[in-house]
């Protein structure tokens, strides 16, 4: 069974960058994966920020991006503000029709 | 405005059954595949279906295949989620989701809630 990785916890400064990664439990991550990344803080339905590895959602600030980085994904925040502090999920298509979730990265910002 | 507009859900024992629906506006329904998306509260997103934008393709992970069941009306405009066989583990709120690109998931339902409890 294919397990997509994620750090359980990061934390960042105020202003700081954070690159928070996406991985598989065997193999390297590519764009053929579609990695996606979510935002979502308590209460509310996920907000998506990056699309097919790099693409911004419409109306994500440009601090936010997505990248391939060795054999994972990745989700760099530069200049973290306070609102930031969420939990950050991706998601990978690991197999045909078959999407997996990471477990979630809960950011500190402090 | 696109939005989607989760129902059903409900309090149900263990072993039985529960019918999901999704409604759908603001966007041509059958132009996009459609998932659904679970999270227990507390944790973390749990992707379990797919469908296209016809219906004749479904996808299901491993966790509910075999028990549930995707489908979709376009004429409604309408998602489904057929549970049988329910188990404690099910308990989780429900979203459905617009697939705009693969596992671009926009918008989300606010979900409804599912409870498998004696």
């Known amino acids: 069974q294919t397990v997509v990785t994620q750090e359980p916890a990061f934390s960042v400064s105020p202003g700081g960058t954070v690159t928070l990664t996406c991985g598989l439990s065997?193999?390297?991550?590519?764009?053929?994966?579609?990695p996606t990344w979510y935002q979502q803080t308590p209460g509310q339905a996920p907000r998506t920020l990056i699309y097919?590895?790099?693409v911004r959602s419409s109306g994500v600030p440009d601090r936010f991006s997505g990248s391939i980085l060795g054999n994972t994904a990745a989700l760099t925040i530069t200049g973290a503000q306070a609102d930031d502090e969420s939990i950050y999920y991706c998601?990978?298509?690991?197999?045909?029709?078959?999407?997996?979730f990471g477990g979630g990265t809960k950011l500190t910002v402090l | 405005e696109v939005q989607v507009v989760e129902s059903g859900g409900g309090v149900i024992r263990p072993g039985g059954s529960l019918r999901l629906s999704c409604i759908a506006s603001?966007?041509?329904?059958?132009?996009?595949?459609m998932s659904w998306v679970r999270q227990v509260p507390g944790k973390g997103l749990e992707w379990i279906s797919r469908?296209?934008?016809?219906?004749?393709?479904?996808d299901y992970a491993d966790s509910v295949k075999g028990r549930f069941t995707i489908s979709r009306d376009n004429a409604k405009n309408a998602l489904y989620l057929q549970m049988t066989s329910l188990r404690a583990e099910d308990t989780a709120l429900y979203h459905c989701?617009?697939?705009?690109?693969?596992?671009?998931?926009?918008?989300w339902g606010q979900g409804t809630l599912v409870t498998v409890s004696p």
């Open positions: 065997s193999g390297s991550v590519s764009s053929t994966h579609y």
């Open positions: 603001g966007f041509t329904f059958d132009d996009y595949m």
């Open positions: 989701a617009r697939e705009r690109i693969r596992n671009w998931f926009a918008p």
């Open positions: 097919s590895t790099t």
């Open positions: 469908i296209n934008g016809n219906g004749d393709t479904t």
């Open positions: 998601v990978l298509y690991v197999r045909t029709g078959i999407s997996v």
